[in-house]
Each structure stands twice: as structure tokens, then as C-alpha cells.
């Protein structure tokens, strides 16, 4: 090997070698700043374990290694985080040591809830990681005081709930919550599945008897209902109907006729479906139509409603979800309909 392959070892070899020293001096730095931090917070020593840095790799050289990171804390047989930067010094870190303390006061206002199973999540947070709260929080109303949180959500997940012990709970005692979204689903499987929903309803309206939502300021936090009673819970109530392949949804009391189309419009498309007919006998409704994701290769093809006005066909991509949880997949698309109105559909596929 000639003399500037082994220079181009050793100068890869030195930078490897000055990153490596680096990251471990930065890691002691700040598992030092953690501690310090939660002994002048708190008052006792927790010992600081794996630090997991904001956005480094092996290759960012020493002197552009991030030095922040989430710092792993165990006191007492609790774990916890703390979350330091070594430019910002000891009294910007934040943690989530009260965190299950702070959750459960939050929770328990609506253990009261009248159904089958439910979860409740609990989410606020100011800084990098889930429920971390600055040095100046260390009680239930210093958390609520916190400007720096941007709101205190709650997503409750229920089987069989009764929509009315709801608004039993006294939401004018907890000024300080910004909303509550309350998914009661129709498969009591779906209470305790990982991937909940944190928004309001989509293709979940195939899967939910109602959804209620109680929203402190509509002009400030995504609503989903257009009207809301003060200090009080909304509720849409849904209803699913299936015909054949096709699964449709709209309120509990929206009156609508599923039926298979006797006709058999002309189209260019590549009809996966039969044709369906949806009337709506009543005032203006809105849902989803979806089928199942089984009848098409997401990887291969791209899916379509088309819709038959009368005269020409016309169509619109749908979505593809998927809940892993429970195995269903939906090709999905939202639709609404005037009063009397009528809806004839069914679901095409083009190739990628």
C-alpha cells in the first residue's frame, strides 16, 4: 500500500477515534447535568443510565455532535427521563418524573363513565419527549398554570359506553382541559389496540358506535362537531350498513336504502365491484363508503370510486387504511348527500 492510502486510514481511523471520545464525554456531561437537575428539583440523587442524543450519527464529527439528549433516570425502582442540553445549563431541563402522578389526577375525573372496558390517554407536554415539564412544575397546579403547554388532551376508548354519563361529569371544574375525545368502538377488541386514534373520526366511523368530543375553545383546538354546548359533551351516533361488498356509514338516525343497481353504465374502468344504489330519504348526511381492502393489491394497483350521475362516469382516488390490531383493511373515501338525493357507485382499480 502506497503512502497516501495508509494517510487516508489513519486520518479515518483519528476522526472515528476524536467522534467516539467526543459522544462519550458529551454522554457523562450530560448524564452529570440529569442528575444535578433532579437533586435540585426534587431533592434526591437518581442515577442516570442510556442517553439517547437529538439527532447525532457516527459519522457528525466532534465539533458539530448534538449536545442535548433524553437521558434514561432510575430513583427508587421508578424510571423516568430528563431531557438536557449542555448549551442551555441545568435549570432548561425538563423531565416526566411526575408523570403517572400527574396522569391519574387527570384520569380519574372520568373513571365515572358508565360502559364495558375503557382506556384513557392522558397527553401534554412543552419539550422533546411525552409529558416533560420544566423545573418549575412540581405540583398538579403548577401544571395547569404552565404556559409553556400547549393543552391538556384526553382520548378515552370505550365498549358499550352509555353516552349519557357523560355529561354527568362536571366539565366547569376542569377549566384547564382543552379537549376530550371519547371513541366508543363496536368490537370490544379495538378498546385496548396500540394504534387509537388521536384525531377525530375517519374510516374509524366503520368501526364506532358514537364519538363524543368536549372542546374548551372550537377557535383553538380541532373540532369536529360545528356546535357545541358549554362545559358539555356532543355526540354523533353511527350507524354501518353493508350491502354485498360495499359498507357505508351515516348517523344513527340518517334514514338511507342500500341496494344493488339494476342497470349497467358504460365505462372504461376496470369494475372490481357490482354497481350500488345509496338513497337518502332524509335531510343533508355525511359518511364514509368504503370496501373491504382484500377485493385489491395496494401494491399494484390504484383504487377508485366511480360514480354514475345519469349520464357519464366519473371517479375519485380512495385511501387505504389498514388496523393492524385487528386485521381489517378498507379502501375509504367520504361522502355526503342531500336530502332525496341518490348515489350510484361502485369501486374501480387502474395499474400503478
Keep these: 500500500m502506497n ?3 495508509y494517510l487516508i486510514i489513519l486520518t479515518i481511523t483519528g476522526c472515528a477515534l476524536l467522534c467516539g ?3 462519550s464525554g458529551q454522554t457523562r456531561r450530560l448524564k452529570s447535568m440529569a442528575t444535578k437537575y433532579v437533586k435540585e428539583k426534587y431533592g434526591f440523587k437518581a442515577k442516570a443510565k442510556r442517553v439517547s442524543n437529538d439527532g447525532i450519527s457516527w459519522l457528525t464529527p466532534i465539533w458539530e455532535k448534538s449536545k442535548a439528549g ?8 421508578k424510571e423516568f427521563y430528563v431531557h438536557a442540553d449542555l448549551d442551555l445549563g441545568v435549570d432548561q431541563c425538563t423531565d ?37 415539564v ?8 403548577d401544571l395547569i398554570a404552565d404556559e409553556r403547554i400547549p393543552g391538556i388532551f384526553v382520548y378515552i376508548y370505550t365498549y358499550n ?37 388521536v384525531t377525530t373520526p375517519y374510516i374509524e366511523e366503520l368501526v364506532l358506535n358514537c364519538y363524543a368530543e368536549y372542546n374548551a375553545d372550537p377557535s383553538r383546538f380541532p373540532a369536529y362537531f360545528e356546535d357545541y354546548e358549554q ?22 338516525s340518517d334514514d ?34 368504503a370496501f373491504p381492502g382484500e377485493l385489491a393489491d395496494h401494491d399494484k394497483v390504484r383504487v377508485y370510486l366511480e360514480k354514475y350521475d345519469g349520464e357519464k362516469t366519473y371517479v375519485s382516488l380512495m385511501g387505504y387504511n389498514y388496523y393492524r390490531d385487528i386485521g381489517r383493511k378498507y379502501y375509504s373515501l367520504p361522502y355526503s348527500l342531500g336530502a332525496g338525493e341518490t348515489m350510484i357507485c361502485r369501486m374501480v382499480t387502474e395499474d400503478k
Design 231 to 252: 362545559s358539555k359533551f356532543t355526540v354523533k351516533r353511527y350507524k354501518q350498513t353493508e350491502q354485498g361488498d360495499l359498507h357505508i356509514t351515516c348517523g344513527a
Design 21 to 23: 471520545c467526543g459522544s
Design 70 to 77: 433524553i437521558v434514561e433516570m432510575s430513583y427508587d425502582g
Design 161 to 197: 359506553l352509555d353516552s349519557d354519563s357523560l355529561n354527568s361529569i362536571d366539565m366547569s371544574e376542569m377549566p384547564w382541559l382543552s379537549t376530550v375525545s371519547v371513541y366508543d368502538w363496536a368490537d370490544p377488541a379495538l378498546a385496548h389496540i396500540q394504534d387509537r386514534p
Design 134 to 141: 420544566g423545573k418549575d412544575v412540581k405540583t398538579f397546579d
Design 96 to 132: 416526566n418524573y411526575l408523570e403517572d402522578e400527574f396522569c391519574d389526577r387527570i384520569a380519574s375525573a372520568f373513571q365515572s363513565i358508565l360502559c364495558d372496558d375503557k382506556d384513557i390517554t392522558v397527553a401534554y407536554t412543552e419539550g422533546h419527549y411525552k409529558h416533560l
Design 3 to 5: 503512502k497516501i492510502g
Design 256 to 289: 338511507i336504502e342500500v341496494s344493488t343497481y339494476p342497470g349497467s353504465p358504460e365505462s372504461d374502468h376496470q369494475g372490481i365491484t357490482e354497481w350500488y344504489q345509496i338513497k337518502n330519504n332524509g335531510a343533508k348526511i355525511k359518511g364514509i363508503i
